[in-house]
């Protein structure tokens, strides 16, 4: 696995089988961190947008395990969009990305593994808050 610490789409074995594929990931073997808490989206309302901040700290890979939706990051001035819609692929976040999800199909499900535990303290909500987080740190 070659993982840069950007944001990225990494691709999952998809063992295929006429009973039904199979995927799969292991801590720091397919994702370049190891997991320590999980959680998953679902039920979105039409429209509803999930998000809408960065991590000082924590990784994320984030999954559609069923349907599909948006995941839109701004790094630096850029904005970049990863459409997830396949549960054999995923895309890694690294710390200090700014993110929000939007755009999910009806019984859209997201996954998403992390490398720590539940810390409101490690969010950045305000985006300018962020904004000055980012230019102090680069
Ligand atoms: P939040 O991460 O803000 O949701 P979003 O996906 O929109 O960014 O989480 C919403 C609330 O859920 C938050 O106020 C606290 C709670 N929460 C936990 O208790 N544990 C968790 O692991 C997560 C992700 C959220």
Do not use: C
């Not at 990225?8 to 994702?31: A, W």
């Not at 809408?52 to 969009?81: C, P, R």
């Amino acid at each position: 696995m070659e993982v840069t610490d950007r944001a990225q789409l990494i691709y999952l074995p998809k063992i295929e089988d006429p009973r039904g594929n199979l995927s799969f990931f292991e801590n720091s073997v397919q994702i370049p961190f190891d997991i320590k808490r999980m959680y998953w989206i679902h039920d979105v309302p039409g429209g509803a947008s999930r998000g809408g901040h960065a991590f000082k700290e924590q990784k994320e890979f984030i999954v559609a395990l069923s349907g599909s939706f948006d995941v839109v990051l701004n790094i630096g001035n850029n904005v970049e969009t990863f459409s997830l819609n396949r549960s054999y692929y995923g895309l890694y976040i690294p710390a200090g990305v700014w993110r929000h999800l939007g755009n999910f199909s009806t019984n859209a499900l997201a996954f998403i593994v992390s490398d720590t535990d539940y810390s409101e303290t490690d969010y950045i909500r305000d985006i300018e808050e962020y904004e000055r987080h980012v230019i102090k740190s680069n």
